[in-house]
């Protein structure tokens, strides 16, 4: 089975994503249970959560080099 790409990712309010793929599909991704494991800790930083942004290849997103996820839609 082929995943459809990453579109694009928006960071919303309370440590939310709003993921769109290829395909027009939407999903809403809550990352604040990542937010106590200590390599997001840095996720924390509003303003740094909101510079996310899709991996070249359109499977994950990322802030830097360290912090990275992969997202899926899950049938």
Excluded at 6 to 23: D, G, R, W
Excluded at 36 to 62: H, I, P, T, W
């Amino acid at each position: 089975m082929n995943l459809p790409k990453i579109h694009t990712v928006c960071a919303t309010k309370n440590h939310q994503l709003l993921v769109e793929f290829e395909n027009h599909e939407k999903r809403q991704y809550d990352v604040k249970p990542l937010l106590n494991n200590e390599m997001f800790a840095d996720l924390k930083n509003v303003a740094f959560f909101k510079s996310v942004k899709v991996e070249q290849r359109g499977y994950a997103v990322s802030w830097n080099d360290g912090i990275d996820i992969m997202v899926k839609i899950t049938f």
